[in-house]
């Protein structure tokens, strides 16, 4: 029965452990990817687990890591279990603010990202050929229809009312005139 026990716990570790690794993985090397799917307003019963598990295992290898760090102190800290304790627990909480630390990180990178391919796509912009304006418009509306994505929308959404708004006076201008003959 104890047995059981300790297996048990090992794969509940081994597991908190496995999550960790992920949100570390998905956060530094596919950044945007992760704060796209985290930025999102509804939050599925899934990844609320998810963010649960994360926090849970950031605290238990935070404690764990220091207590068993203290265990190896000299008598005035290792040998009092309680102060031991404390000192885990505190970390153990502190190991958060890593997490938050992260998760800023990935955000910084997401956005990064779509004001570099914003700052690309303006500088295509610059032109006052109303025809130009229009393929351009239609490019972009056809990149938000294709893709259903955040970033995509997040790019071309402010760059299709630019467009509109440099296009308006070319339309005022040409209704004017169908309006004359």
Not at 14 to 29: D, K, Q, R
Request: proline share 3%.
């Amino acid at each position: 029965m104890i047995y059981a026990i300790k297996i048990l716990y090992s794969l509940v570790i081994i597991s908190l452990l496995g999550c960790l690794i992920h949100f570390f993985y998905m956060t530094v090397v596919k950044s945007e990817l992760f704060y796209s799917l985290k930025s999102d307003g509804n939050g599925s019963f899934g990844k609320k687990i998810y963010d649960a598990i994360v926090i849970i295992g950031a605290i238990v290898v935070g404690y764990s890591g220091v207590y068993n760090l203290l265990k190896w102190f000299p008598t005035p800290i290792g040998g009092h279990w309680p102060l031991r304790f404390i000192i885990a627990t505190i970390f153990g909480l502190l190991a958060l603010s890593i997490l938050w630390a992260i998760k800023r990180y990935a955000e910084h990178r997401f956005w990064e990202n779509v004001y570099h391919e914003m700052a690309k796509e303006l500088k295509r912009l610059i032109t006052n050929d109303p025809k130009r304006l229009k393929l351009f418009q239609e490019e972009f509306q056809k990149k938000i229809n294709l893709e259903d994505e955040r970033t995509t929308k997040a790019i071309y959404f402010p760059l299709l009312r630019i467009i509109a708004e440099k296009i308006q006076p070319y339309e005022q201008k040409t209704h004017r005139e169908k309006q004359k003959e």
